[in-house]
């Protein structure tokens, strides 16, 4: 049957498992693979790869340059080649099959590592979704490698606490293609709080964080109400010795002395005041 005959065509790129309007954001680029379909002329019936250099070659048409098209783009462009020599009124749709040349690489502190496609506009927190989350162990920063097309690349430093508690927008950035999203896991060490405070026993900091005594006393649940405060102990083993460090943290409190900077492994001990 002759491909002169045909009046009307529909061409198909089918991927089910997106949506239009996602399909219709993307830009298709080298890698992609598209199944072409057109409607009543099976002849036209491809399965194609977008090659290194952005093109396709389908039958009839040759070689045809699709990377940085959209699908609006590409059925326009398609449907001109088709009814130039060989269709009247042509109408060509389009999907993808497989999303390839734009994806984003999520590693480190969040529960599904891996490359993920990006379809239309994502921001970071999308991103972060996308890969299941956060861990326990996330750090409280985010390190954004992004590739330039003239080989540059820049790092980004996203404060977590800034995006994810205060949700600060300006944070929450467009990911692009080729981007790198890596969440540094920080490693935990021991400390123990004994004594007047509410929750006393072993916990756990995080290495990377500054492990300050006032931070260990509030993740100890703080002071209770019989708490001496003044005489805060810290035993810490250097050396193969134990020491003793006597702390005053009412005076950190009010600012006048520093916080005290704890090492793995510290012992503190709250006092109980003597009415």
């Known amino acids: 049957m002759s491909f002169f005959i045909f009046t009307f065509t529909w061409l198909t790129i089918s991927y089910a498992q997106e949506s239009t309007s996602k399909d219709y954001s993307y830009i298709i680029g080298p890698k992609d693979l598209l199944t072409i379909s057109v409607f009543e002329v099976p002849e036209l019936n491809i399965t194609v790869r977008v090659s290194e250099d952005g093109t396709i ?78 861990t326990e162990e996330a750090s409280d920063r985010i390190i954004i490698i992004r590739q330039y097309s003239d080989g540059r690349s820049k790092s980004l430093i996203i404060d977590l606490e800034e995006l994810m508690l205060k949700g600060n927008p300006k944070l929450n950035i467009p990911i692009y293609a080729s981007d790198i999203i890596n969440v540094p896991v920080e490693r935990f060490t021991d400390i123990y709080v004994f004594g007047q405070v509410n929750n006393p026993g072993n916990i756990k900091m995080k290495k990377i964080s500054h492990l300050t005594l006032l931070r260990a006393i509030a993740q100890a649940g703080g002071f209770t109400e019989r708490a001496r405060k003044s005489g805060v102990i810290i035993k810490r083993v250097e050396d193969g010795k134990e020491i ?32």
């Open 244 to 275: 003793k460090i006597k702390v005053n943290v009412k005076k950190i409190l009010s600012g006048s002395k520093p916080d005290i900077v704890l090492k793995g492994n510290d012992i503190i001990f709250v006092p109980e005041s003597i009415l």
């Open 57 to 134: 070659t389908l039958p009839l048409l040759g070689q045809i340059k699709v990377d940085g098209l959209s699908r609006f783009d590409l059925e326009r462009k398609l449907a001109t080649l088709l009814e130039k020599n060989y269709l009247k009124n042509a109408q060509v749709t389009i999907f993808i099959k497989e999303y390839q040349s734009k994806r984003v690489s999520v590693i480190g502190a969040v529960k599904s590592p891996g490359n993920y496609e990006l379809i239309g506009k994502q921001t970071l927190l999308q991103m972060l979704s996308t890969a299941g989350g956060l």
